[in-house]
């Protein structure tokens, strides 16, 4: 299984502000991708990100709050913008397996916003 | 209505006992099913995943698929407190590489 890291791994922002979160993978991945998971709900897909063309956002996401990079085949960030109290949540960085149903999660950002 | 359901929890436990898990979902065309184990403050952990229906067994863990009453179950034997944790059920269809829709998970508590 694919290893996993985010930064930061835990944050408080002020409302109105924007933060970065990383993540990186210890081997080459075609797409990774965001979910959110918020106090008591199922984690939730935010968008796909592949290398070298746009990210696709799910129902509900959009480009300009959670702008997505993916300059190269193991490195991803989703930014969070003009953040409210209703952005507090985990944000999951993920990654697949060589087989469809496998799927790898990070360790999170925990994200509170004041 | 959501596409997967599960109840919350917390379900408690003797040391020793079977803990049995479940979830129920809407869509028919779901072909994978997967069970991650997530400690608190710590991301998803993958246990098992499955293709269709029938058992799978992995040393404590087997994992049931009852595609015809759309039901998939999760039972870990010889439960340790080790094994308190949230347990998430996950599902997608077949080409939706990583788009997963997850129960809301349930809360295990394993005691001594």
């Known amino acids: 299984s694919a290893v996993i890291s985010q930064k930061p791994s835990r944050d408080i922002c002020q409302r109105g502000t924007s933060l970065t979160i990383q993540c990186q993978v210890d081997s080459q991945v075609t797409m990774m991708f965001w979910y959110r998971q918020q106090p008591g709900q199922s984690l939730t897909l935010i968008a796909t990100a592949n290398q070298g063309s746009e990210a696709t956002y799910e129902s509900g996401f959009v480009i300009d709050k959670f702008p997505i990079s993916r300059p190269n085949l193991t490195f991803s960030t989703l930014t969070v913008s003009n953040m409210s109290p209703e952005d507090s949540s985990i944000y999951l960085c993920?990654?697949?397996?060589?087989?469809?149903?496998?799927?790898?999660f990070g360790p999170g950002t925990r994200l509170t916003v004041t | 209505q959501k596409e997967v359901e599960q109840d919350p929890g917390p379900l408690s436990v003797p040391e020793g006992a079977i803990v049995s898990l479940n979830c129920t979902y809407s869509?028919?065309?779901?072909?994978?099913f997967m069970w991650y184990r997530q400690y608190s403050r710590k991301g998803p952990e993958l246990l098992m995943y499955?293709?269709?229906?029938g058992n799978k067994e992995d040393g404590r863990f087997t994992a049931q698929v009852d595609k015809s009453s759309k039901y998939i179950s999760l039972f870990i034997r010889d439960s340790q407190p080790s094994d308190s944790a949230t347990y998430l059920c996950?599902?997608?269809?077949?080409?939706?590489?990583?788009?997963?829709?997850f129960g809301a998970g349930t809360q295990v508590v394993v005691t001594p």
């Open positions: 869509n028919s065309a779901f072909q994978y």
């Open positions: 993920s990654v697949g397996g060589g087989e469809e149903a496998e799927q790898y």
């Open positions: 499955t293709y269709s229906s």
């Open positions: 996950a599902m997608t269809l077949r080409g939706s590489w990583g788009k997963l829709q």
